[in-house]
């Protein structure tokens, strides 16, 4: 680490009272973040936060929405997993000694395929309602609801 001269030091200060930040002072000195930080700090010189916290904010609310058209699509495709059980649907085999293939319509998915879809539609509801739990919880709705998919899927 080289020591700061007084100019860096002159400099630093100089870009600071031009409102400069500080991760735009040490690109433009070629010098670390911290390094500003502590000159600054050793000046008594505050850097103005309003625009880090405004861009935080904006952050946060972003990834909010994200998380929120995450939920919807999860819930979506939990619809979608639950309206295959009711079906028709095609059953099928791979095997034998000629390695045969052969297939069959069925009314609806054989039951460890529902089983199948109801564990992965209970999965989706589960992590859609980590994203975005409800606003008011309704613990024995809940608790019923996740009684009755675990009786679904086995346990």
């Given at each position: 680490m080289r020591k700061v001269t007084d100019a860096e030091?002159?400099?630093?200060?100089?870009?600071?009272?031009?409102?400069?930040?500080?991760?735009?002072?040490?690109?433009?000195?070629?010098?670390?973040?911290?390094t500003v930080s502590i000159i600054c700090g050793e000046e008594g010189l505050v850097f103005d936060v309003t625009m880090t916290e405004e861009a935080t904010r904006h952050r946060v609310a972003q990834l909010a929405d994200r998380r929120a058209m995450l939920a919807e699509a999860l819930q979506d495709d939990a619809e979608r997993l639950t309206e295959q059980l009711w079906q028709p649907a095609k059953v099928?085999?791979?095997?034998?000694?000629?390695?045969?293939?052969?297939?069959?319509?069925?009314?609806?998915?054989?039951?460890?395929?529902?089983?199948?879809?109801?564990?992965s539609a209970g999965i989706a509801i589960e992590k859609s309602l980590k994203l975005v739990p409800p606003e008011r919880e309704d613990t024995e709705g809940l608790a019923a609801v996740d009684q009755w998919l675990r009786g679904m899927i086995g346990g």
């Amino acid at each position: 680490m080289r020591k700061v001269t007084d100019a860096e030091r002159a400099e630093i200060i100089r870009l600071h009272g031009e409102g400069k930040g500080r991760n735009e002072i040490a690109r433009l000195i070629g010098r670390a973040q911290r390094t500003v930080s502590i000159i600054c700090g050793e000046e008594g010189l505050v850097f103005d936060v309003t625009m880090t916290e405004e861009a935080t904010r904006h952050r946060v609310a972003q990834l909010a929405d994200r998380r929120a058209m995450l939920a919807e699509a999860l819930q979506d495709d939990a619809e979608r997993l639950t309206e295959q059980l009711w079906q028709p649907a095609k059953v099928f085999n791979i095997g034998g000694k000629d390695n045969t293939y052969a297939e069959h319509d069925v009314d609806e998915p054989p039951a460890d395929a529902k089983k199948n879809l109801m564990a992965s539609a209970g999965i989706a509801i589960e992590k859609s309602l980590k994203l975005v739990p409800p606003e008011r919880e309704d613990t024995e709705g809940l608790a019923a609801v996740d009684q009755w998919l675990r009786g679904m899927i086995g346990g």
